[in-house]
């Protein structure tokens, strides 16, 4: 039968990491391409940036890029876009506004987590079982977490 949380995930795909393509299912703007539809079957580019140099995808979708910024997208229920929202966004949007030292992403159900150049751990989003490690019940934008 098959895990069905993952088949109701977006999918990345493409030739290179660049050049991200998406398709699957697309609930709150998770594809990245501006259109809010619940499905996309056919692949599909987000935006026009060939930059692209890491993907993470649950419910949203986060990338990083060659300039070492961090864009995110899709359902943002508790902050897990990091914008300080918890709007939906279907387009890429830039996490931490002037920050270039993101170096890798991961996302979970609820809440994202990043590394910078520089070691620092970052998370944000649905923390109510200790996801952060910050102690909260959530947080909406990227908040560094220490040991």
């Known amino acids: 039968m098959g895990d069905r ?3 109701r995930q977006p999918h990345v795909r493409g030739a290179d990491r660049r ?13 990245g391409n501006g259109i809010d539809v619940s499905q996309q079957n056919s692949p599909v ?10 993907v993470a995808v649950d419910r949203q979708t986060c990338a990083g890029q060659t300039d070492g910024t961090l864009w995110c997208w899709g ?16 387009v890429p ?15 979970g159900y609820l809440h994202t987590c990043a ?9 944000w989003g649905y923390d109510g079982y200790g996801e952060l490690g910050d102690g909260t019940s959530w947080i909406t934008t990227p908040t560094p977490i220490s040991s």
């Open 5 to 7: 949380r993952r088949r």
């Open 19 to 31: 050049d991200p393509v998406v398709l699957g299912l697309h609930p709150f703007g998770a594809l």
């Open 115 to 123: 590394l910078q150049t520089d070691h620092t751990l970052w998370c």
């Open 75 to 90: 359902w943002n229920s508790f902050g897990q876009l990091g914008d300080g929202t918890t709007a939906p966004v279907n």
């Open 45 to 54: 580019q987000v935006g026009a940036a060939t930059t692209w140099t890491t």
């Open 93 to 107: 949007e830039q996490v931490g506004a002037g920050a270039s030292t993101w170096a890798t992403i991961a996302v």
